[in-house]
């Protein structure tokens, strides 16, 4: 499974990707939804905040998602107009922001950074692994009698 969106580098689209996400993963076993949900609203949030593209007509924050059998990968690229690297901080109890890459962080298995050389465009990228386990008889297709939502490598 696969999804390539783009939306406006404002807040509105935080929670436009956060719907994204949740309908996109629907029913898929082996991943924790909600912990999907927040490291891509942080993701996007960041983007927005910290790439300077909301301060131009036409920025754009691109989310691409492939959802494989063993793992989930999710990367969020800005314009590249800030000038700021993404670091977990460490804030204070009083601060109002400043954890976003710190909860990432523990709830993905893997994340980091790339900046394009000819674009400056700078991608965030987050991995986690999906969790297996058997499927005893009769879970097999959910509550409303439909399949289980499967994930298939598609890169």
């Known amino acids: 499974m696969l999804i390539d969106v783009a939306w406006p580098a ?9 719907h994204c996400v949740r309908g996109w993963l629907g029913d898929v076993q082996g991943l924790n939804v909600d912990d ?15 790439s ?14 492939v959802c494989g ?33 710190m909860i990432m962080a523990g709830l993905a298995d893997a994340w980091g950074h790339e900046v394009d050389p000819d674009t ?4 965030v990228w987050v ?5 297996t386990r058997p499927v005893p008889d ?8 439909r399949a289980a939502a499967r994930c298939d490598v598609v890169r």
């Open 138 to 145: 009769g879970e097999a297709h959910g509550e409303e009698g």
């Open 52 to 65: 300077g593209a909301a301060d131009s007509s036409g920025g754009q924050v691109r989310l691409v998602a």
């Open 36 to 50: 999907v949900e927040l490291m891509v609203s942080e993701l996007v949030t960041n983007a927005c905040q910290h």
């Open 10 to 18: 404002e807040s509105a689209s935080v929670g436009r990707a956060r």
């Open 69 to 101: 059998s063993n793992r989930l990968w999710l990367d969020v690229t800005d314009e590249g107009r800030g000038a700021t690297v993404p670091v977990p901080r460490c804030p204070s109890g009083d601060d109002d922001c400043g954890r976003g890459l």
């Open 127 to 131: 991995e986690v692994a999906r969790r």
């Open 120 to 123: 400056g465009a700078r991608t």
